[in-house]
């Protein structure tokens, strides 16, 4: 094998590397907290009694929806959790009435 063939090689193989390695944690957006991986999160979430509910949203619900989060410090989730408390509560509450 050449000189010119093992030092390819060699390109190859580092280039390779570089793909597989990700953003490196300085550059990410959330470089100030810690990675909690996916299943540290779900026993976290299990623990609290939360679910995972996928639903489509409105886009422009959404958008208030995450206005009023950074409003009040909070997660979108914590928020829209709210939002449904309240909901039902109010629900609950016309359906005694009536």
Known sequence: MKKTDLEKNKALK???KMKQGGTPARF????????????QQRKLDQA???????????????ETIRS??????QSTDQVIGELL??????????ANLG
Do not use: C, H, M, Y
């Open 28 to 39: 990410s957006a959330d470089a100030n907290t810690p990675a909690i991986d996916r299943r």
């Open 68 to 73: 009023r989060a950074n409003a009040q410090g």
């Open 48 to 62: 609290q009694g939360l679910v995972s509910f996928p639903v489509k949203i409105k886009q422009t619900v959404i």
């Open 14 to 16: 580092l280039l390779g």
């Open 85 to 94: 408390e309240l909901a039902l509560a109010s629900q609950e509450a016309n």
